[in-house]
């Protein structure tokens, strides 16, 4: 998974807000279980994206 994944989240968002549906509190969620791209974890530690692997799925954060 890359950041485009990312984009096409944050697009969905945009149209869910356009309609007036309020986004203000969504975050955007990955998940993979052949793992990330190193930007997307960086969007993760930014708090832009939750990223849920097989350990988080099955073991909890």
Do not use: K, N, W
């Amino acid at each position: 998974m890359d950041l485009g994944h990312l984009e096409r989240l944050r697009r969905i968002l945009h149209l869910l807000d356009a309609r007036g549906v309020d986004t203000t509190h969504a975050t955007p969620a990955c998940s993979s279980g052949a793992g990330f791209s190193p930007e997307l974890r960086e969007a993760a530690a930014r708090g832009e994206v939750l990223l849920v692997d097989p350990e988080r799925l099955y073991r909890g954060s």
